[in-house]
């Protein structure tokens, strides 16, 4: 049995792996999530009761508590998608991003470290102990921008553009040098953007999508022509899954969707989609060290591993659509902020 500590299980991603894994495998999940303005519990309603499925409310730079999880429930493997993640938000107030992904991230890590009682003899052994790994979710983002051509390999120079980007670079090397110094087994995985259901609607796709409900101004940064390359949440986690049970110790590994679209285009497919009109666009001054293009090669983990994306983007962005207007409900609770008294319902 697999003890599992994932945090920031309750956010968009992580949610999402924490039901991938207990409807795929018999694992037991510690779901350790501090519960910020992104994390919803309501995202985990269906498996809140599972028999292996326990949340803790708390936050990863409590270095007691996470001691604490780790010799109560014998931790075996942590997955890391405890951050803070917004880019216009780390542009506000980077101080925040820096004390969640960076000392978060190395409060997590010395506790695995301690727990898993590293040898210091054996510190340059990548394959010391295979029954326990700490994987750290990463972003594309840590590599920067791109021009026209060009993808982002594992081996591409970090070149972190943002408050937000630069910290979850940092958390990444502490990470990789834990794994170097220490021997700690790791693995690092950097997705491409993320879209379906449980996004919080201050991204793009979940923003759009409500306030073309609502007939409400949609804007968009600058030309529009930013360009991402876009991932569905579920092929991210079957990624990550795929990582974690056959990723090489100490690699990095970028889990893309080979889905390039520019931010406009996929405004006004939303906009086509529920029909509505383009003069709902509104053009705003771009943010601040906006990159221009992502674009992920994704022929490490495809070749190696034997991973790819199911999803095409046109079948995925009806699909996410569809959820959306489909979970009006859950969308009013989250814009409205009711979803933070769900924890209280359920936990006071």
Not at 48 to 73: A, C
Not at 216 to 224: E, F, N, Q, T
Request: charged share 25%.
């Amino acid at each position: 049995m697999k003890n599992i500590l994932v945090t920031g299980g309750a956010g968009f991603i992580g949610s999402n792996f924490v039901k991938h894994m207990l409807a795929t495998y018999n694992y037991k999940i510690i779901n350790l999530d501090l519960l910020t303005y992104a994390g919803n519990l309501e995202n985990l309603k269906e498996v809140q009761d599972h028999p292996n499925y326990t949340f803790i409310k708390g936050d990863i730079r409590d270095r007691k508590l996470v001691n604490s999880i780790f010799e109560e429930y014998k931790i075996t493997q942590v997955v890391n998608f405890a951050a803070e993640s917004h880019v216009d938000r780390s542009i506000e107030d980077p101080e925040i991003f820096l004390l969640t992904n960076v000392l978060g991230t190395q409060a997590l890590i010395d506790a695995a470290k301690a727990n898993w009682k590293v040898d210091p003899e054996n510190k340059y052994s990548k394959e010391y102990k295979k029954d326990v790994k700490f994987l750290q979710v990463s972003t594309d983002e840590v590599y920067g921008t791109l021009d026209a051509t060009g993808m982002f390999k594992e081996t591409t120079p970090l070149a972190p553009n943002s408050p937000y980007s630069a910290s979850k670079t940092s958390a990444d090397l502490i990470v990789r040098a834990y794994n170097e110094t220490f021997g700690l087994p790791i693995n690092i995985t950097r997705c491409s953007n993320n879209y379906g259901p449980y996004q919080f609607p201050e991204k793009l796709i979940p923003l759009m999508i409500n306030n073309c409900k609502k007939n409400s101004k949609l804007p968009v940064y600058g030309d529009g022509m930013q360009i991402r390359d876009w991932l569905h949440v579920k092929d991210h986690c079957t990624g990550i899954d795929t990582v974690f049970h056959k990723g090489k110790i100490g690699e990095v590994y970028n889990i893309g969707g080979n889905n390039e679209k520019a931010n406009i285009e996929i405004v006004k497919l939303i906009l086509k989609e529920l029909g509505k009109s383009e003069e709902l666009i509104k053009y705003v001054k771009d943010r601040p060290g906006h990159d221009r293009r992502y674009a992920i090669d994704n022929t490490k983990i495809t070749t190696e591993l034997g991973w790819s994306p199911s999803y095409t983007f046109e079948q995925g962005i009806r699909e996410t659509i569809k959820w959306y207007i489909d979970n009006e409900h859950w969308m009013n609770n989250v814009t409205s902020g009711d979803y933070m008294k769900y924890y209280e319902q359920m936990y006071k």
